[in-house]
């Protein structure tokens, strides 16, 4: 065999090794989450951290962050240093394994470099910025993210256009008025859900294309179409816990795939 032949023969194998190694990850992914409830110890809750960039002059469009922010969040937990041996898996188990939280900050300047340095995945959306972290324990947040507001910086609505439908939208329920960080925690959920609910190979494309989504905002006759499509089975809902913000069990999202 020559040396072409058997750079090829490598080459299939390693491409068989990932398609596999994705495959596992994606397996977890699909189990869903929870099950273990919340620690005795509140210092102990799990929750991923997320960051979105907005400066103070030329704030990215909202549409466009959220994106980002989902993106991110289904990065994180696909990505091969979550899976089997990889050196963020049992920090990721340990979240994904409990009740599932997420909370989103704002950064700019400075901060946002410096966030850039913690262990995570950033995504840019036609300028727009998210970074999701590695979850952990609230109680050990690195000092470089506690130190990050929650609140007090929104965006207003915007107005993208059709999505392509290429690409799965996820419709956020308009109706609740959730604020930026709020829905971004929300479509980061929805994000999740989706790709574990699709098969593995419409996963695996959809992460080649780094998780490229698009957010719109639902009305209330869309959002009537969109939760029959859920009772359809065509589409997956993120109903919220009533944390923060909105009523527990509220549907906050509805996820849509790519159209075939």
């Keep these: 065999m020559g040396s072409a032949e058997l750079s090829s023969v490598e080459t299939e194998a390693e491409i068989r090794d990932e398609a596999a190694e994705f495959a596992v990850r994606h397996a977890e992914l699909a189990r869903g989450y929870g099950g273990n409830g919340?620690?005795?110890?509140?210092?102990?809750?799990?929750?991923?951290?997320?960051?979105?960039?907005?400066?103070?002059?030329?704030?990215?469009a909202r549409s466009a962050l959220l994106e980002a922010a989902a993106a991110a969040a289904v990065a994180?937990?696909?990505?091969?240093?979550s899976g089997p041996g990889g050196e963020w898996e049992p920090r990721y188990l340990a979240w994904k394994r409990s009740r599932i939280r997420k909370v989103a900050r704002r950064a700019r300047g400075a901060q946002w470099v410096s966030a850039g340095a913690v262990d995570g995945v950033t995504i840019d959306v036609d300028g727009a910025q998210a970074r999701a972290?590695?979850?952990?324990?609230?109680?050990?947040?690195d000092p470089r993210i506690r130190k990050l507001q929650i609140g007090g910086t929104d965006l207003e609505h915007d107005e993208p256009g059709p999505p392509d439908p290429r690409m799965p939208v996820l419709w956020?329920?308009?109706a609740l008025e959730m604020s930026v960080g709020k829905?971004?925690?929300?479509?980061?959920?929805?994000?999740?859900l989706l790709a574990?609910?699709?098969?593995?190979?419409?996963?695996?494309?959809?992460?080649?294309?780094?998780?490229?989504?698009a957010v719109r905002?639902?009305?209330?006759?869309?959002?009537?179409g969109l939760v029959a499509e859920v009772a359809g089975g065509r589409a997956v809902a993120v109903r919220?816990?009533?944390?923060?913000?909105?009523?527990?069990?509220?549907?906050?999202v509805i996820a849509v795939p790519a159209q075939p």
């Design 38 to 60: 919340d620690p005795d110890d509140p210092a102990m809750v799990q929750a991923m951290q997320m960051v979105l960039h907005i400066p103070k002059t030329h704030p990215p």
């Design 76 to 81: 994180v937990c696909l990505d091969p240093r």
């Design 133 to 141: 972290f590695v979850p952990g324990p609230v109680g050990a947040i």
């Design 172 to 174: 956020v329920n308009a």
């Design 183 to 192: 829905a971004a925690a929300q479509v980061g959920h929805a994000s999740m």
């Design 196 to 213: 574990g609910a699709l098969p593995v190979t419409a996963t695996a494309a959809w992460a080649a294309h780094d998780f490229r989504c």
């Design 217 to 224: 905002d639902a009305d209330d006759q869309r959002w009537a």
């Design 240 to 252: 919220d816990a009533g944390f923060t913000e909105v009523a527990p069990g509220s549907m906050t």
